[in-house]
């Protein structure tokens, strides 16, 4: 079974960056057929797909955030993280890292229990 863990600061003031981190464990994420995703869910709203890294190293990107967002892997740590840039109140939301087995924004198989992250001046 596959686990996941995200981490990051939980408080961060407008124009600054996020960045998280989600370790994996119970298998590789270079391993054949696997998506890391990263999925937030703004208070009030639905879960939004903000993107994935395949096991291959591709991105992609939901269309709301693509401009702000950047996702990338360390696979020597089994780890991968999102990066978005510039973040307002907006931004505030639970965040989870997910595995699925395709390039889309559907069937997630495994998640993290989500970190929350708040934009507060």
């Known amino acids: 079974q596959v686990q996941l863990q995200e981490s990051g600061p939980g408080l961060l003031k407008p124009s600054q960056a996020l960045s998280l981190t989600c370790t994996v464990s119970?298998?590789?994420?270079?391993?054949?057929?696997?998506?890391w995703n990263w999925i937030r869910q703004v208070p009030g709203r639905k879960l939004e797909w903000v993107g994935a890294?395949?096991?291959?190293?591709?991105?992609y990107y939901g269309p709301t955030l693509k401009n702000r967002t950047s996702i990338s892997r360390d696979p020597s740590k089994n780890q991968f993280t999102l990066q978005l840039s510039s973040v307002t109140p907006e931004d505030t939301a639970v965040y989870y890292c997910?595995?699925?087995?395709?390039?889309?924004?559907?069937?997630?198989?495994?998640w993290g229990k989500g970190t929350p992250v708040t934009v507060s001046s």
């Open positions: 997910a595995l699925n087995l395709n390039s889309g924004d559907n069937g997630m198989i495994y």
């Open positions: 119970g298998d590789s994420i270079a391993a054949d057929v696997y998506y």
């Open positions: 890294i395949a096991y291959s190293g591709l991105t």
